[in-house]
């Protein structure tokens, strides 16, 4: 027996040239490319809703304020003007509602409701109404359209309340002669040179100067604040004054009530005050209506 290896036939490999291989993958990719990109979203020719037409708008109501801002005195009204926009075809009453006003301010609606059509747009007149008590300051405020669940966006205003700085007027004088341990009353003047009433809370009385005869001057004879007495005003506030002047007496504050000045009888000399002008200062506070 022969027992030599037997031959096997060699194996030829067949070469596939590297330039023919890439090309065959790249042929085999383009298609794959392609259809992914054909059917990528965004590229239907029709659009997104097939209909060559934009997404649809959902139904709501867009509010704006006009004027943004507003500057108001304590204790007056600022109106803005409130307008209402159908949106994605949105139909029905808009009401409105405000927050972020500063204490003491209100507001309301004129009318109080607006009916909306389709892609229409209506408005209304909203009045902001604030206190004498009002703080003096810059506010942010926001208004809002609603009807059943649907709500608008909120549109931004602004609010700036002044603080009012009014004057009056205060005078007032002696009828008679003063005299030791004699008092007389002071029948105040209060004058209103504004086109509102004011509200006058408070009152006060003061001696300036007392103001000697130059023959007391001369003969050096002394008098002074020391010799007199001043009882403020005991009344009620706060006091009502309409445009105009009034009295005391005019605003039915009886005498007694009055602020009174009393010379005080004392031990020392007084005879420096005989002819002596006595001169005062009046002050008071109060606020606008």
């Known amino acids: 027996m022969d027992r030599r290896p037997e031959r096997t036939a060699p194996v030829h490999r067949v070469g596939i040239p590297l330039r023919a291989l890439l090309l065959a ?10 259809l992914a990109t054909s059917n990528a979203p965004g590229n239907n020719a029709q659009g997104n809703n097939g209909q060559g037409g934009t997404a649809k708008v959902s139904k709501g109501i867009t509010v704006a304020l006009s004027p943004s801002s507003r500057t108001v005195d304590q204790g007056q009204s600022a109106s803005f003007t409130v307008s209402a926009t159908s949106t ?3 139909t029905g009453p808009v009401t409105f509602a405000v927050s972020g006003l500063p204490d003491g301010a209100t507001a309301s609606a004129a009318p109080a409701s607006l009916v909306l059509a389709s892609g229409s747009t209506a408005q209304a007149t909203l009045t902001v109404s604030t206190a004498t008590t009002t703080p003096s300051t810059k506010t942010d405020f926001t208004v809002t359209g609603t009807s059943g669940s649907t709500l608008s966006n909120a549109a931004p ?3 700036q309340v002044l603080e009012v700085k009014r004057t009056f007027g205060l005078s007032g004088s002696v009828t008679g002669l003063l005299a030791p341990g004699v008092s007389r009353s002071l029948n105040l003047q209060i004058s209103n040179p504004q086109n509102k009433s004011i509200a006058v809370t408070n009152l006060s009385v003061a001696i300036s100067q007392v103001v000697r005869t130059p023959a007391a001057v001369a003969a050096k004879l002394p008098c002074s604040a020391a010799d007199y007495r001043i009882t403020q005003y005991s009344g009620a506030y706060p006091l009502t004054v309409e445009p105009g002047t009034r009295s005391l007496s005019a605003l039915g504050v009886l005498e007694a009530n009055w602020p009174q000045i009393k010379m005080l009888d004392t031990p020392q000399l007084q005879d420096g005050c005989k002819g002596a002008t006595v001169q005062f200062t009046f002050t008071g506070t109060g606020e606008a209506n």
């Open 25 to 34: 993958l790249l042929v085999a990719v383009v298609p794959v490319a392609a």
């Open 88 to 90: 994605g075809g949105f």
């Open 157 to 159: 205003g602004q609010l």
